[in-house]
């Protein structure tokens, strides 16, 4: 693997790379959320069931507005009360390569909370789909607990990102789904 800066991220990120790096809660593969090839390309490595989307990492009201077609109210509420990472899955991601988003056509979005996470999508220009490549236990993924390390020869980058993002706890992030009618239902505390 080739170690980047963040400096050079955005433009591997448009040019479809997969990129492994360290964010706030695992370490993780992520890519433009808007280029469908780099989407089918990670949901290969992953070996990630066509139905389910991917974690799409935004860092402003204003880019969750342009790629979520209606945000419940009470999202904004979350997202501005939330103390720690979180992850809302909303319906009508829009804008988004359709292989990102779920099946039924919601998006995961998780506003990024950490300076260095920002600056990486900010630095994107745009959101990013991501997925950890180890458990929020800190055992490896499916696929590399299988004994498929094959995935680490395909990565043909590792961001690196300054040593405090780097000493995080391994954690869960909640995911909470909600619809435009507020109704909310907890997938994972």
């Known amino acids: 693997m080739i170690e980047i800066t963040i400096k050079e991220a955005p433009l591997k990120i448009k040019d479809g790379a997969i990129i492994l790096t360290y964010l706030e809660d695992s370490i993780s593969l992520i890519c433009d959320a808007r280029n469908s090839a780099s989407v089918d390309h990670l949901r290969k490595l992953k070996k990630r069931k066509a139905d389910k989307g991917f974690t799409i990492l935004m860092d402003s009201d204003a880019r969750v507005n342009k790629y979520v077609h209606d945000v419940p109210p009470l999202a904004w509420d979350i997202f501005d009360t939330a103390d720690s990472p979180i992850i809302l899955v909303l319906p009508g991601g829009r804008d988004i390569a359709k292989n990102a988003l779920a099946a ?86």
């Open 104 to 189: 039924d056509g919601t998006i995961a979005v998780r506003m990024v909370t950490s300076m260095e996470e920002r600056k990486l999508v900010q630095a994107a220009n745009g959101p990013v789909a991501a997925t950890a490549l180890l458990k929020a236990d800190g055992s490896l993924a499916r696929t590399i607990e299988e004994g498929d390390t094959a995935i680490l020869d395909e990565i043909e980058y590792v961001l690196t990102l300054p040593p405090g993002i780097k000493s995080y706890s391994m954690k869960k992030i909640p995911i909470i789904y909600l619809d435009l009618a507020s109704n909310v239902k907890i997938i994972r505390e």
